[in-house]
């Protein structure tokens, strides 16, 4: 991406006295500290990020911030899921009480969704509580992590097992951060994009459809549409259901089977993006199974998917570990599971799936991915559960 003149994009997220802005502008990440003014009184900033993330940005928020009269402390994490734990939050509490952090000191979550939710949950629970700032620098984590408030590391017996609702002060997106993601990271992203028109709004499905070969490409202008069009569509969602009883739970759409894949696979052969994208496809599939959408529905999905380059096709697996791993998610009520369906391109309902249905369905839809030329396109069927699956 070429810098462009692009105005600065202020989104809000109004969530009464917990509200905050989403500001997004290419070039934002070096004018950071100036950012930070109205957010603490604190000269302290602690600066958590990865090794990868560091290697690319973390001089230049360094500079940023003593720019601005800041004393950050920068404290790196080993990159990956795996860092995602309680051990991890010990080590971050550490250095924040050997500095001597207070109430009112800053911690900002410089990387990833894995550096977010990590950030977030130790400052929600050093001192009962400090303010933190989300500064993604993946797809994911810039449409889909860093807004919302969820926060959490992984336990050995499921993902996100353990965690707070805890929101941002800001989230400070700057879209040429992704220029140096990998690119297998940039496809996955996409998917929770696509989720995002499939769920709410049939327009920027239309323009996901119009502008995939561009977005693969990571051309400016569909980049920041696509990051303004779902921050929007999660703060909406979020702020009329902030700690997911309801409404909320659209944004699981694609993740009940998402989530089983990745558990199936033991969150190694999947990254969590190309699971959901199977997800999307396959839980339009089963929705059109269950008479609640069109076959037209699944098949512009199937197409979506397919030109972001993700894969669609459910594993060739048997049915009992995929209905049982579809059990350990949350959106489980009464021993049946809830799932989110598309009626249409832009609207979903929320209604639970019997087991023989889902069955006769896995039947079906992998007769056909056998038989079909995008059979190709298969994943390996997982070996074991690892762990269990939760958003
Ligand atoms: N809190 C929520 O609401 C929520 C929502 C979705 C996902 N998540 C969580 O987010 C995590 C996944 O996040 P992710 O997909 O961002 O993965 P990630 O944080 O692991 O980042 C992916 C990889 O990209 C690297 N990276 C990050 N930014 C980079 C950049 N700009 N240039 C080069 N490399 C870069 C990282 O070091 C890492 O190796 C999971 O733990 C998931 O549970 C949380
Ligand atoms: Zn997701």
């Known amino acids: ?78 990159p990956g899921e795996r860092t995602k734990t309680l051990g991890t939050i010990a080590k971050v509490l550490d250095v924040l009480a050997r500095h001597k952090f207070e109430r009112q000191s800053l911690l900002l979550a410089l990387g990833g969704g894995v550096v977010g939710d990590i950030t977030g949950f130790a400052a929600a629970i050093y001192q009962r509580g400090i303010p933190y700032v989300q500064v993604p620098t993946t797809l994911v984590a810039q449409v889909d992590s860093s807004v919302g408030g969820k926060t959490g590391v992984d336990h050995r017996l499921g993902k996100n097992l353990i965690g707070a609702f805890y929101q941002p002060r800001a989230v400070l997106i700057d879209p040429l951060t992704l220029r140096t993601l990998p690119r297998r990271e940039w496809i996955a992203g996409l998917a929770e994009v696509i989720k995002y028109g499939i769920i709410t709004d049939e327009e920027f499905f239309v323009f996901l459809e119009q502008e995939m070969p561009a977005l693969v490409k990571l051309a400016d202008a569909p980049v920041m ?32 089977i998402g989530h089983a894949l990745e558990s199936l696979a033991g969150y190694r052969g999947l990254i969590h993006g190309e699971a959901v994208g199977i997800g999307l496809v396959q839980e339009a599939d089963l929705a059109c199974h269950m008479g609640l959408c069109a076959h037209e529905v699944v098949e512009r ?44 391109i832009g609207a979903v309902t929320i209604q639970p799936i019997e087991r023989q249905i889902c069955a006769e369905w896995l039947q079906a839809a992998q007769d056909r991915g056998h038989q079909s030329p995008s059979g190709r396109r298969q994943v390996r069927a997982p070996a074991r559960q690892k762990t269990r699956a939760r958003k």
């Open 1 to 78: 991406m070429s810098r462009p003149a692009v105005a600065e994009q202020i989104i809000p997220v109004p969530l009464g006295e917990r509200s905050y802005d989403i500001v997004l502008r290419p070039g934002l990440l070096a004018t950071l500290g100036s950012k930070l003014g109205a957010l603490t009184t604190s000269p302290k900033v602690g600066v958590v990020t990865d090794r990868h993330v560091a290697s690319h940005y973390l001089q230049g928020a360094l500079r940023s911030l003593r720019e601005a009269g800041y004393d950050p402390t920068p404290i790196i994490l080993p």
């Open 225 to 256: 549409h696509v990051i303004k069009r779902s921050c929007e569509i999660k703060a909406e969602v979020v702020a009329g259901d902030e700690r997911e009883s309801d409404r909320r739970r659209i944004l699981n759409y694609g993740h009940t």
């Open 301 to 344: 999905i199937r197409r979506l998917v397919q030109r972001a380059g993700l894969s669609e096709q459910v594993p060739r697996t048997a049915f009992a570990p995929i209905w049982k791993a579809m059990q350990h998610d949350k959106k489980v009520a009464e021993g049946r599971v809830v799932g989110v369906w598309p009626v249409r």
